[in-house]
T-cell receptor, first 113, second 108 residues
Framework: DSGVTQTPKHLITATGQRVTLRCSPRSGDLSVYWYQQSLDQGLQFLIQYYNGEERAKGNILERFSAQQFPDLHSELNLSSLELGDSALYFC????????????FGQGTRLTVV | EDQVTQSPEALRLQEGESSSLNCSYTVSGLRGLFWYRQDPGKGPEFLFTLYSAGEEKEKERLKATLTKKESFLHITAPKPEDSATYLCAVQPDYKLSFGAGTTVTVRA
């Protein structure tokens, strides 16, 4: 167990809908990363937050947004969902902004039908 | 642009047959190189962090090494339970960039 908790584990929703994925980082970790992993693709970096502030942005669509709250948990919001958004979404946390290992949650499997 | 390339894409080994995985990288400045193991449908599991050329880390049958342009993950006398996808990641700044991974299958 990495100590990173993601909910829900599975999510099935229809095209056009909006969903929220939640991540609780390891105790004491200030940095949260979000990644997308599709069937035939590697881990695609979406966004990073450090102590409530956005620190780095990757290939995140405008339909997607994220935030990190004062208690350090993070949420990834996906809207106007398309079939191609079906993927595993992972959250990871680390103690610092960079240079230290990140620990991953077990992911949320999103299926858009 | 930062690049991480892992080879081979797939590796099939007989139990006990040692081998090495390669991770070559191009980054503007390296704050860390990380190795992870990922089982199907699961989150990546952290294995090692390497910070500077010449550094080596070991854990059970795995050993990671780092040079200025690449890292190797050596698997010594693998067992079927070592079957997984092994991912390499670099962190030049805040973003953690992953390679596509090497899928290792160890047959008994």
């Amino acid at each position: 167990d990495s100590g990173v908790t993601q909910t829900p584990k599975h999510l099935i929703t229809a095209t056009g809908q909006r969903v929220t994925l939640r991540c609780s980082p390891r105790s004491g970790d200030l940095s949260v990363y979000w990644y997308q992993q599709s069937l035939d693709q590697g881990l695609q970096f979406l966004i990073q937050y450090y102590n409530g502030e956005e620190r780095a942005k990757g290939n995140i669509l405008e339909r997607f947004s994220a935030q990190q709250f004062p208690d350090l948990h993070s949420e990834l919001n996906l809207s106007s969902l398309e079939l191609g958004d079906s993927a595993l979404y992972f959250c990871a946390s680390s103690a610092s902004r960079s240079g230290t290992e990140a620990f991953f949650g077990q992911g949320t499997r999103l299926t858009v039908v | 642009e930062d690049q991480v390339t892992q080879s081979p894409e797939a590796l099939r080994l007989q139990e006990g047959e040692s081998s090495s995985l390669n991770c070559s990288y191009t980054v503007s400045g390296l704050r860390g190189l990380f190795w992870y193991r990922q089982d199907p449908g699961k989150g990546p599991e952290f294995l090692f962090t390497l910070y500077s050329a010449g550094e080596e880390k070991e854990k059970e049958r795995l050993k990671a090494t780092l040079t200025k342009k690449e890292s190797f993950l050596h698997i010594t006398a693998p067992k079927p339970e070592d079957s997984a996808t092994y991912l390499c990641a670099v962190q030049p700044d805040y973003k953690l960039s992953f390679g596509a991974g090497t899928t290792v299958t160890v047959r008994a």
